[in-house]
Structure formats: structure tokens, C-alpha cells
């Protein structure tokens, strides 16, 4: 396991020293860039919100905005990037993250894995094909037992420390909407269902219905989308908030989260946004999706309607055409 650390974070070191440090871009061809994907897709009517929760069926639809980040602390966006939509499935990165500073990344690998599962998303057969343990902590089996593994005495303990990661690689506080965890937490029967396979093959170690609680009250927390933008250029430039200036994770673990998220990101549709795009991203159901250029910059947009694999439409069409005009994929070097 050493040895795939030592070779993942090589990994990194060798994309990254592809990229400039900065973007060969100027911020007029930032802001470009960002004004056409914008104006390209805003009037785009594909897709609809997710409406299992009532609170996400009655969001703005119409709300569209797309914010990049540089390594270097630069913002630029365009539309409306001050509304707060759920963060729902993208919290799993960085509870993620919090588990792997706490106890490496050996410890996400070992217990529940990284492979995709090649199932949908909340699957019970998953866990049952594997006893759980080829699992991935981008799908709910895997997020769940991430978040039982977050060290804590108490429910309150745990959750401050998850809530403070995410702030820290967001540079502000951020808060739960109630609106959104009550009723979730009143209908998360199947999570409850996973939670208790997972402990039931030794994954989650205690508390299961706990750790679902938890989980649950982590995918309500309120983002917009320059919020995102700051936790995806967190991760690009290593595990330091180039906002803030403050070191939020080990730079050594940044290789293996990113890897996870570019495994199963995008729920069944991963593959095809990495082919697309080479990003690492993470999406939620809320309508967020945010992305890392290594080394160069975090970008996210938000746009509440979903395909059918649950991924906002514009979302992925403009950080895909934003990232392709600032040379964002970092498996397409140029020569020198």
C-alpha cells in the first residue's frame, strides 16, 4: 500500500509539473472563457431537479452560475454564483479527506476501497456482491462508512470536525438547511439499510444509524457556486486554500482523493466525464458539480436539473468547455 501511495503522489507531481503554475491565460480570456459557456448554456431546458425531497423539487431551476479559481488566488465568475443550493453527494470528498488526514490513505482503501462498483449509486447489491469491500467512498455504502470513521466521542464532536473541514477548504462557515435534512433524515430508510450491511461485514465499526445521521446532515449543507469553485482550487493547489492561505490537508493525500473522485465522481456516467474532460469532479444532486485541474485551478458551476444518471446538464457542458479553452485536462501536455 506504501508503494501505491508513493507511486500516486509521483503521479501528481508529474502532472502538475506538466502545468504551468499559473494559467498561460489572461484574465480576459478567463473571463471569456466563463461569459460563453455561460451564455451558450443558460437558455438550455434539458433536464429536471431531483424531487425526492420537496425542498430540491421547489429549487430555482433557473439558477446557473460557473466560478473558476486559481492556484494563485484569482476569482472569476459569471452568473449567479450567491445562491445556495445542497451540497448532497460532493460532500463525500471531503469527509473523505478529513478521514484520510486523520488516519492516511491506506485506511479508505482497506476498508471499504476505490474501485467503482459498477452499480448505481445507493445499490444494495454492491455490498452484497463484496461483503462490502469493494466499495468506493464516492457511492453511498462507501460516503457512509467515511463518515462512521471520522474520529468523535459524540455525534456533536464528529460533526464539528466535519463541518470544519469543509469551511476550512471553503474559507468561510458553513451551515446545514434544515429545510433540506429534516425530511431527508426522515426518509433515509435505504441509507439505514446500507449502514447496517456495512456493519453487519464489519466495515463500520459502531454506531451505523449514527453514521447515516450524520451523513445525512453532512449532504445538507448549503454551497453556491464560488464556494465549490474554492473547495475544487483547495485541492488543485495541493490541500492549501489559495484564498485563505491556510494548509486544510496533507498536499501528500491530495493524490488519492483526486483518484477516487475521478473513479466515481459523476456516478454511472465517471467514465464518460473523464474521457471527456480528464478532471477529477464530484457531483451532487442538489444541481453542484465541481472539478480539479491539478496545479492550475478548481472550477464549479451549479444548475439544479439533472441528467438521468443525476448530474446537473449545464453544469457538466460548461465546466467542460470552460476547462477545454484553459487547457484544464492534465492528460493533455504539450509538447515542449
Not at 466521542?153 to 474559507?171: L, P, Q
Request: include cysteine; proline fraction near 5%.
Amino acid at each position: 500500500m506504501k508503494r501505491f501511495r508513493d507511486l500516486m503522489v509521483v503521479s501528481l507531481v508529474l502532472v502538475v509539473g506538466l502545468a504551468p503554475a499559473a494559467l498561460a491565460q489572461s484574465p480576459a480570456e478567463i473571463e471569456a472563457a466563463l461569459k460563453s459557456a455561460h451564455a451558450r448554456y443558460k437558455d438550455l431546458k434539458e433536464g429536471a431537479n431531483a424531487d425526492y425531497i420537496p425542498a430540491l423539487a421547489k429549487v430555482d431551476p433557473n439558477i446557473f452560475g460557473i466560478v473558476v479559481v486559481t492556484t494563485d488566488g484569482k476569482v472569476y465568475t459569471v452568473g449567479d454564483v450567491t445562491s445556495e443550493v445542497s451540497i448532497q453527494s460532493i460532500s463525500k470528498v471531503f469527509t473523505m479527506a478529513r478521514v484520510m488526514e486523520e488516519q492516511g490513505p491506506e485506511a479508505i482503501a482497506s476498508n471499504m476501497g476505490v474501485d467503482a462498483t459498477g452499480q448505481v449509486f445507493n445499490s444494495i447489491v454492491a455490498v452484497e456482491q463484496h461483503k462490502g469491500a469493494e466499495m468506493n467512498a464516492m457511492v453511498n455504502p462507501g460516503a457512509i462508512t467515511a463518515t462512521s470513521m471520522v474520529k468523535g466521542a459524540t455525534s456533536e464532536e464528529i460533526w464539528g470536525s466535519i463541518i470544519g473541514t469543509y469551511s476550512d477548504f471553503d474559507g468561510r462557515k458553513l451551515s446545514v438547511n434544515q429545510e433540506v435534512y429534516k425530511p431527508e433524515a426522515e426518509t433515509n430508510q435505504r441509507n439505514q439499510a446500507i449502514a447496517m450491511l456495512m456493519y453487519a461485514y464489519g466495515h463500520i465499526k459502531a454506531e451505523p444509524l449514527r453514521a447515516t445521521d450524520i451523513y445525512t446532515r453532512q449532504c445538507s449543507v448549503n454551497v453556491n457556486a464560488k464556494d465549490l469553485a474554492v473547495m475544487a482550487a483547495t485541492l488543485a493547489n495541493g490541500g492549501k486554500n489559495p484564498l485563505t492561505g491556510k494548509q486544510v490537508i496533507n498536499t501528500q493525500n491530495v493524490p488519492e482523493i483526486l483518484a477516487v473522485m475521478a473513479t466515481a465522481g459523476l456516478y454511472d456516467d465517471s467514465g464518460k466525464w473523464l474521457f471527456s474532460t480528464g478532471l477529477p469532479a464530484k457531483s451532487g444532486v442538489g444541481g453542484g458539480i465541481l472539478a480539479v485541474s491539478p496545479g492550475k485551478f478548481g472550477i464549479a458551476a451549479i444548475a439544479p436539473p439533472l441528467d438521468k444518471a443525476g448530474n446537473s446538464v449545464k453544469a457538466q457542458k460548461a465546466i467542460a468547455d470552460v476547462s477545454n479553452a484553459l487547457g484544464g485536462n492534465p492528460y493533455a501536455p504539450k509538447p515542449r
